[in-house]
C-alpha cells in the first residue's frame, strides 16, 4: 500500500502551495509514496510575524490531529510554526521544513547561510539556529526585502535570490546556501545552477527525511 506524506502550506496562499507542489514533485514514487500539498484556508496569507506564528499553531495541531489518512507530515513554512505541539498531536513523523534545511545543510558545506524572506525575519532565524545550537556553522543572513507572496509569484524572484547567495558565497564564505521560505521552492534548482554551491530547499529536506523514515522504517 502506497505512503502518504501530507505537506501542510500554514498560509492561505495557494500560490505557495502551488509551488511546493512544483518542486516536490520529483520525489514521488509510483504505486509506493505519495506527496499531497494542502493550504491553511483560514490563515494569515503570509507568515511573516511571531504573531502569525502563534495564530497558525493550533490549527496546524488540529489539521495532523483530524488526518488519519497520512503517515508523515511536513509543516512547509521555516519559522516551523507548532512543530513540537504538532508532535504530541499524532504518533506519525512529524518534520519541520527548517530543522530538516539547516540539518541537511551541515552535510554538504562546513559554513551555510540563509536567504531570509524579509528583514523582520532574520531575529527569529536567528534564535532558531541559535536553539539548535548551530551558530558556530552559521556565517550570516540576507534578506529579499519581500512578503510571501512576492517570493512566490514575483518576477524578480530568482534574481533576487541568486545575489542574495552570491552575497553570502563570496562575502561571508558560506558554502551551502538554505532558503528562508517555503515561497521559494520554485528557484532552489536555478538558483544552485547559477550560484555553483548547494542550495537547500528546506520543504525538499524533510519530505526527502520523511521519504528515508518510511521507507526504511
Do not use: W
Amino acid at each position: 500500500m502506497s505512503k502518504l506524506i501530507h505537506v501542510i502550506n500554514p498560509n492561505s496562499n495557494p500560490e505557495v502551495s502551488d509551488g511546493l507542489s512544483q518542486a516536490l514533485q520529483g520525489l514521488a514514487i509510483p504505486q509506493a509514496l505519495d506527496i499531497h500539498c494542502s493550504t491553511l484556508e483560514t490563515a494569515p496569507f503570509g507568515i511573516e510575524s511571531q504573531r502569525d506564528i502563534d495564530t497558525v499553531a493550533p490549527l496546524l495541531q488540529q489539521r495532523i490531529a483530524s488526518d488519519t489518512q497520512s503517515d508523515a507530515f511536513v509543516i512547509a513554512c521555516y519559522s516551523d510554526p507548532g512543530l513540537h505541539g504538532c508532535r504530541e498531536a499524532t504518533d506519525k513523523p512529524v518534520l519541520g521544513m527548517a530543522e530538516c534545511g539547516l540539518l541537511t545543510a551541515l552535510t554538504l558545506g562546513d559554513q551555510f547561510g540563509v536567504i531570509a524572506i524579509a528583514n523582520a525575519s532574520i531575529k527569529r532565524h536567528v534564535r532558531h539556529i541559535r536553539q539548535l545550537g548551530l551558530q558556530q556553522r552559521y556565517v550570516g543572513e540576507v534578506s529579499l526585502d519581500m512578503s510571501v507572496a512576492e517570493s512566490a509569484s514575483g518576477s524578480a524572484t530568482l534574481q533576487k535570490i541568486i545575489e542574495a547567495g552570491a552575497h553570502l558565497r563570496d562575502e561571508h564564505g558560506a558554502d551551502v546556501v538554505v532558503l528562508g521560505c517555503a515561497g521559494m521552492a520554485r528557484h532552489r534548482a536555478p538558483a544552485e545552477r547559477q550560484l555553483g554551491i548547494p542550495v537547500i530547499e528546506p520543504v525538499q529536506a524533510a519530505v526527502a527525511t520523511a521519504i528515508g523514515r518510511l521507507l526504511t522504517g
